[in-house]
């Protein structure tokens, strides 16, 4: 691994890259699984209508569900990355003990989901385009923007150091300290990824948007897609412990629970 002093988004991007490799087989098995459940349980969209309360299945259980899946494997993949990162070999042991941050990382998740609630409470009861309309989800986009950047890596620190929702919240508001813009790199490049993908999807597999937002795959080009969101969604899982990982050490706070 890179230095371990160091903290830089290119660090950060190819240590992660590193954890994948090292654990290929497992990493594959967990984001096929992860979709499976995004196929069974996400909601298909029935249109590009306004949404309405009646719509709240799709617009607040999907999102709702994508943040739960994102949170379990990062409980999933804490330790594994962890004992990655330290040079050792992680076995399903590692994994299964990231499930005792469960209740914390319920709690988070709820806090975490607020912005898009409020997304769609302000979409189904201001006019559509309207000015106020726009300007209250400029805000509220504002703060979901916000809320990524100080609770990206709320998941990987109460699982790794065995914090409360309250307690882990306020560590990583203090452990982005000073690093906030790096994070918001790191998510950009998140961002753009996907972006790329959506790229993908539409313009080489030649989905329509609708069809690489359907949970089912029904053609060849949408079990590809699936193939790839499972890659990504385990990929960036890790990459959050990695990011936690190199502010630990970068700062100097101490060493990482469960460093042997």
């Known amino acids: 691994m890179p230095d371990a002093a160091r903290f830089s988004i290119p660090v950060v991007v190819l240590d992660s890259l590193r954890v994948y490799g ?8 967990l984001g096929i699984a992860l979709r499976a459940v995004w196929l069974f349980a996400a909601v298909t969209a029935s249109g590009d209508e306004a949404p309405t309360w009646a ?10 569900l994508r943040l739960a899946l994102a949170a379990i494997a990062q409980m999933l993949l804490a330790f594994v990355t962890l004992r990655t990162l330290q040079g050792g070999k992680a076995t399903l042991a590692d994994a299964l003990r990231g499930l005792r941050a469960i209740g914390p990382v319920i ?17 189904v009861t201001l006019p559509p385009k309207s000015m106020i309309g726009a300007g209250i989800g400029l805000a509220v986009s504002i703060l979901g923007l916000i809320v990524v950047v100080l609770w990206w890596l709320a998941v990987s620190t109460i699982t790794i150091e065995g914090l409360g929702a309250i307690a882990g919240l306020a560590r990583c508001i203090r452990l982005t ?12 490049i998140i961002g753009l990824v996907f972006a790329g ?21 029904t053609s060849i080009g949408r079990a590809v897609w699936f193939l790839i969101t ?11 412990t990695v ?16 460093q042997s």
């Open 22 to 29: 090292r654990n290929a087989v497992g990493f594959v098995l």
């Open 107 to 123: 709690i988070v998740t709820a806090i975490c989901f607020l912005p898009q609630l409020l997304s769609f409470a302000v979409d």
């Open 230 to 240: 499972a890659f990504l969604a385990v990929l960036l899982a890790s990459m959050a």
């Open 197 to 217: 993908g959506g790229y993908l999807a539409t313009h080489v597999l030649g989905l329509s948007a609708a069809e690489a937002a359907a949970p089912v795959p």
């Open 177 to 188: 300290a000073g690093r906030r813009l790096a994070i918001l790199g790191i998510t950009a």
């Open 243 to 258: 990011t936690y990982y190199r502010l630990r050490l970068a700062a100097d706070i101490g060493t990482p629970a469960g």
């Open 55 to 64: 719509d709240w299945p799709r617009q607040i259980g999907n999102p709702l």
